[in-house]
């Protein structure tokens, strides 16, 4: 009992990365929470209606996940691992991003040409902001101005402002965007286009594409890290990296079947990988560019948005 | 089996899978697998050539181009005259394995889209183990799917497919035809 309570307490004052990973599994209906310093599972929370996307609250305290299937959104108290509402919504609810200061929540319709705008204190669907068809990934900037749709369907990325609710601006991308990034300064968003296998660099004030990088089969989304793009490539099996200044490609480092869902770490040192048919996360160290572990999730993990949340620092005494 | 029942109706080509069409919100996967009395190498010779899909029963012909090298492409004519265009993404002969996409099939002959598979063969001495895999989006697109375009409907077409060709696999080799 003493040994594990200085393990316990060990593993928290070496807390360089104590980040947790919330990542849905569609085929199986649930999400896994991962220990990522301990590098296991320590919770499996159901949800239903075949989960796909992933918020995690600024704060940490919150997560939201969106059923396409069940066509509702799901809120997760992090820290108590359940689900404590569940959010009627309607279409196909996809990609799902939070307001910085907490609320409102973003929820893409799949099926429509609208992002839902979601009072998680109400519950209710508080306006309809029309964008593109079949808008998948969803980005706010750090500044909680500007939400970013990649419009799949469409071929562009909507930018909308979140005062007013509307459409400000279409900007074309590759063809069939998916995921859509925005950096820690709010400068540039990255669209992975699956079928053009490339990314388009958006630059944010200018609402231009001022780069596109090929990448492998079927990119999916982007994560960030140091300085480098890392690109999932669902067909290739593969994760692509390219230096954000140069746009050059690093590396084409393999990972497990069907790579998804990207996030880094949040100190910047690890990337993880969901790899939807492989039930796996694998872990990239950033500077070595090469993967180190490998860790088990439940059935078909897609983990798209952002999934990861650092835990809470200890309360003093 | 669908693939087979279906075939004839396949003259009513109403629309084409092709790559990253529209599809809905949730992939679907299936792995099936085999265990064959047979040598490695024995089972490979009878599907390792993607010129050759005479091992899966609905299929009367194949004809196509590239041989086994990447981009190689296939057109699967099944019994009734219905066809499937499939292009090879993956070939690995020391490994024993491949990949492979639908580029092209009615949702009437198999209700997928946007359809990918792996097959490989394992094994040591005289056993053998044929692992098929794919995953695939439901035959219908949009929300709320009738029920033969469904993902249950898509995940059982291609589970009982791969059931199916398998056991035709392991009756060949076994039988040594």
Redesign the interface.
Known sequence: MRAALVALSLVVAGAACADEAFVTN??GDDLTVLDLAAGKAVATIPIGG?P?GVAVSADGARVYVTS??GKSLAVIDAAARKVINRIPLE??P?GVAIHPSGSPVYVAD??AKHILVVDPATRAVTARVDVGA?PSGLAVTPDGATLLSADR?SDQVSFVDLKTLQRVATVPVG??PFGVTIDRDGRRAYVAN??SNDVSVVDIPTRKVVGVVNVG??PYVVGLAAGKAFVSNQ?AESVSVFDVSTLQTLATIPVG??PEGVEASTDQTKIYVAN??SNAVSVIDVATLKVEQTLDVGD?PRAFGAFIRATPAPAKP | MKFQLLAAAAALLVGFAGAAEAHGPTRQKTTQSIEINAAPDKVWTVIGNFQDMSWLPPVEKTEGSGGNDKDATRTLTLKGGATVKEQLTKYDADAKTYAYRITEVDVKVLPVTNYSSHISVKGEGDKSTVTWQGAFYRGFPNNDPPAELSDEAAIKAVSELYQAGLASVKEKVEKGS
Request: proline residues 4%.
């Open positions: 569609q085929t075949k796909a396409p299937e279409g196909g996809l799949w099926y079949s369907d063809q069939r699956v079928a089969e079927r067909y079947e069907y939807w048919f078909g």
